[in-house]
């Protein structure tokens, strides 16, 4: 694929490269995927327009551009790419992944949509996805995922997610993220582990490594763990459903292991994964996870 100047994804990544403007070589979509953050990111903070480009030694490289007060012309920053029109910015740039967690009932949904506005107030170019789904095939495997008449093993399970996962990775959140954008995604690898690697019994470990082929080794920068007695999740998620899908319909057991995991997988990463009390009210949760997000918004 040549050229990688990207218009801006939409809420559920969808993205179109734009086309050839930049006239710079760019690796194929499978080996952004892979990468994990192996790619250096060279540029600013407008991530409407990036590329990847080679360099001398042949490392893949990220740029993005922004029109900016401070000219660099790109050769400074990247080599042989220099962008069709607009100059580049001195800002350092790096996408970052920020992940929700918590079972069921815990505040997810409100939480993401409070802390995309409040980020995007701040000028930051977020992107809200959702797991699993957030583009077409993986929304496909959500349904057949959460259909009650549909009958799944755990091993097939673990696998569907996975495999949803790897598409929204190499599809939206890789791109995404190349281009310097922040993505905010309502789970990710952790769930696997609490639901099929604890709440299945299939074991963390197993989960965990069949996840990291699908990811590439994609970690997130910060995960935020809405933490609620699990009780209390349940009578939340039933009052506000109107019929309970194949995983809502679980024991509470099911749910006690999937709680106990993820306490577990957060005691573990205390750098990376934030527990946020999802006892308190909206505002508080929102304050509580803008306050999880230290070291990385100002
Ligand atoms: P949401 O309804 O929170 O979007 O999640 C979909 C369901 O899929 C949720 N069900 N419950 N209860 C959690 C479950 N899930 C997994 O079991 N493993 C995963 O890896 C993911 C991403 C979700």
Redesign the pocket.
Same mark, same amino acid.
């Given at each position: 694929m040549r050229s990688g100047v990207r218009s801006r994804p939409c809420a559920l990544g969808v993205w179109r490269p734009r086309g050839q403007q930049l006239g710079c070589e760019r690796s194929g979509g499978s080996a952004l995927a892979g990468s994990g953050r192996a790619m250096e990111q060279v540029g600013v903070g407008w991530a409407t327009a990036g590329l990847e480009c080679r360099s001398d030694h042949g490392a893949r490289v990220g740029v993005a551009f922004e029109l900016d007060d401070h000219d660099v012309d790109a050769s400074d920053v990247g080599g042989a790419c220099r962008p069709a029109n607009g100059r580049l910015s001195s800002r350092a740039l790096r996408g970052r992944l920020i992940t929700i967690e918590g079972i /069921?009932g815990a505040g997810?949904t409100t939480l993401a949509a409070a802390l995309r506005d409040s980020l995007e107030q701040r000028g930051l170019d977020i992107h809200l996805l +959702?797991?699993?789904g957030g583009v077409d095939a993986s929304e496909r495997v959500r349904e057949l995922?959460?259909d009650p008449d549909v009958r799944i093993g755990a091993r097939a399970e673990a696998l569907l #997610?996975a495999a949803a996962r790897a598409q929204l990775v190499e599809e939206a959140l890789q791109p995404l993220l190349d281009a310097g954008s922040w993505v905010l995604l /309502? +789970?990710f690898v952790d @769930? @696997?582990l609490a #639901?099929?690697g604890a709440g299945r019994d299939l074991g963390v470990d197993q989960v965990r490594t069949i996840n990291r082929f699908a990811t590439g080794g994609l970690d997130p920068d910060r995960t935020l763990l809405l933490q609620l007695d699990p009780a209390v999740a349940r009578a939340r998620s039933r009052a506000r459903l109107e019929g309970l899908d194949r995983?809502?319909s679980e024991a509470d057991d099911f749910f006690s292991r999937t709680d106990r995991a993820y306490r577990e997988l957060a005691a573990a990463d205390p750098a990376r994964i934030r527990v946020i009390d999802a006892g308190a009210g909206p505002e508080s949760v929102l304050a509580a996870a803008l306050g999880a997000l230290e070291g990385l918004i100002d």
């Amino acid at each position: 694929m040549r050229s990688g100047v990207r218009s801006r994804p939409c809420a559920l990544g969808v993205w179109r490269p734009r086309g050839q403007q930049l006239g710079c070589e760019r690796s194929g979509g499978s080996a952004l995927a892979g990468s994990g953050r192996a790619m250096e990111q060279v540029g600013v903070g407008w991530a409407t327009a990036g590329l990847e480009c080679r360099s001398d030694h042949g490392a893949r490289v990220g740029v993005a551009f922004e029109l900016d007060d401070h000219d660099v012309d790109a050769s400074d920053v990247g080599g042989a790419c220099r962008p069709a029109n607009g100059r580049l910015s001195s800002r350092a740039l790096r996408g970052r992944l920020i992940t929700i967690e918590g079972i /069921d009932g815990a505040g997810k949904t409100t939480l993401a949509a409070a802390l995309r506005d409040s980020l995007e107030q701040r000028g930051l170019d977020i992107h809200l996805l +959702r797991e699993p789904g957030g583009v077409d095939a993986s929304e496909r495997v959500r349904e057949l995922v959460k259909d009650p008449d549909v009958r799944i093993g755990a091993r097939a399970e673990a696998l569907l #997610y996975a495999a949803a996962r790897a598409q929204l990775v190499e599809e939206a959140l890789q791109p995404l993220l190349d281009a310097g954008s922040w993505v905010l995604l /309502d +789970r990710f690898v952790d @769930s @696997s582990l609490a #639901y099929q690697g604890a709440g299945r019994d299939l074991g963390v470990d197993q989960v965990r490594t069949i996840n990291r082929f699908a990811t590439g080794g994609l970690d997130p920068d910060r995960t935020l763990l809405l933490q609620l007695d699990p009780a209390v999740a349940r009578a939340r998620s039933r009052a506000r459903l109107e019929g309970l899908d194949r995983l809502e319909s679980e024991a509470d057991d099911f749910f006690s292991r999937t709680d106990r995991a993820y306490r577990e997988l957060a005691a573990a990463d205390p750098a990376r994964i934030r527990v946020i009390d999802a006892g308190a009210g909206p505002e508080s949760v929102l304050a509580a996870a803008l306050g999880a997000l230290e070291g990385l918004i100002d």
